[in-house]
């Protein structure tokens, strides 16, 4: 008795262990992505700093454009102001291009650690009463047409497990 108590209090400790453990990764990975954060929003910034500057300069473009509109033609106007644009906007097209590569690298990261996270999770909560027979036996009840509650009934399962049993194995 006092055997079965020890190990008891052993698996809680070690379980104790394992959630500190995931605290402690979450946390870290939390000051990355804020960290991460952080850097996009200097960035956005800076474009932000960047398109004021350029609105300006249109402005500042239009009125030279209006004093100097006698001695230019309309193609040499269009040529200009198409001349001023593209060397405005090419700046912001990069700064963007770079901010949606961040964010891309940022999703992917996102992705695996939640694919790593949900792999962790679904070996921890397996249950202990299923073994590899039920499993078998729920999948071929299954597939004859049995209900779930009549699965759970016969092989003295709860209808979860065998809900559980079917979604692991990818049938539900």
């Known amino acids: 008795m006092n055997f ?3 190990q008891i ?7 104790a262990g ?3 453990y995931l605290l402690y990764y979450v946390y870290t990975k939390d000051a990355d992505y804020n960290k991460n954060i952080h850097s996009i929003a200097s960035v956005v910034e ?4 960047e398109i004021f500057y350029l609105k300006k300069n249109i402005q500042d473009t239009q009125k030279i454009i209006q004093e100097n509109t006698e001695g230019m033609s309309d193609d040499e ?3 200009e102001i ?3 644009v593209y060397d405005m906007v090419r700046p912001i097209s990069l700064g963007l291009k770079q901010v949606q590569d961040n964010i891309n690298a940022i999703d992917a990261k996102i992705e695996s650690r939640v694919s790593s996270i949900e792999t962790g999770v679904k070996q921890f909560s397996i249950p202990s009463s299923i073994n590899s027979n039920d499993d078998e036996k729920i999948i071929s009840l299954y597939k004859q047409g ?3 509650e009549t699965i759970a009934r ?3 399962l709860s209808q979860a497990e065998v809900e559980f049993v079917l979604k692991i194995n990818k049938i539900k």
């Open 146 to 148: 049995v209900s779930l």
């Open 4 to 6: 079965e108590v020890f």
């Open 46 to 49: 800076d474009l932000n700093r």
């Open 77 to 79: 106007i269009y040529q």
């Open 18 to 20: 394992v959630i500190l």
């Open 82 to 84: 198409e001349r001023s």
């Open 154 to 156: 016969e092989l003295y």
């Open 9 to 15: 209090e052993y698996i809680v400790v070690l379980m």
